[in-house]
């Protein structure tokens, strides 16, 4: 809860108390960071924004959304229903955060867009167009680009980079595997650690990749592992 200025549009969060620290050396509670409302381009009052944060002029930030931590928001993004956005998250390239998502870490989401209940976090990447929906996380060092749609349940974690096709249901997504157009991975499309795949990622060679399905109308037919030598 905030305790409001009665002359400003600002607020003070107020301190909550640490456990003492015996040593000589402790240092006192954290200082009180303070909040205002976002101007919003239109000149509508917008959502909260942490001093700590940084939120340019000409991005949107809906009235219940919130920008915390040292979070980045750049022109041209919007926020908005109860969207969040902190830690040392940014947010760039006209992406789009809202319902109840939510962007922390030092997660990235570059010309994306992030909603209903889906978590952004850690390192992850999320850019060039890519969806996020649903109750779908993206975390670790993950990297979603491109013409993607993650929903459902699903998970991209660990080093994985989906840059194209549909990941959903209750797939986990992890590893070094690498989704490509075209393929759509559910919760039953299952996975072998010895499945192989002679593209690259980061540098490394011969890295796993999950048995998944196309997604065009043709009957359904599961890719062969192939082993790169």
């Known amino acids: 809860m905030f305790r409001r200025k009665s002359t400003s549009n600002t607020t003070t969060e107020p301190i909550t108390p640490v456990a003492a620290d015996p040593t000589p050396e402790a240092a006192g509670p954290p200082a009180a960071v303070s909040v205002k409302r976002h101007a919003n381009p239109d000149g509508s009052s917008g959502g909260w924004v942490a001093s700590t ?49 939510h962007v922390g870490g030092r997660a990235s989401v570059h010309g994306a867009k992030i909603d209903g209940s889906a978590r952004v976090s850690g390192s992850a990447h999320v850019a060039e167009g890519a969806y996020v929906t649903g109750n779908a996380r993206v975390q670790g060092d993950a990297r979603v680009t491109g013409t993607v749609v993650v929903d459902g349940d699903a998970l991209v974690t660990e080093r994985a980079w989906v840059r194209g096709g549909r990941v959903t249901g209750s797939a986990n997504v992890a590893g070094t595997h690498i989704i490509e157009d075209g393929m759509h991975v559910d919760g039953s499309a299952g996975y072998q650690s010895n499945d192989r795949t002679g593209a690259g990622f980061g540098g490394l060679d011969a890295l796993p990749q999950p048995r998944a399905t196309r997604s065009d109308p043709a009957p359904i037919v599961r890719r062969k592992p192939v082993l790169s030598i």
Not at 64 to 91: I, M, P, Q, W, Y
């Open 53 to 101: 944060a940084t939120v340019e002029q000409g991005a949107w930030v809906g009235p219940r959304s919130t920008v915390t931590g040292r979070a980045f928001v750049a022109a041209g993004c919007r926020l908005d229903g109860s969207a969040v956005v902190t830690d040392d998250a940014e947010v760039r390239a006209g992406a789009v955060v809202r319902d109840g998502a």
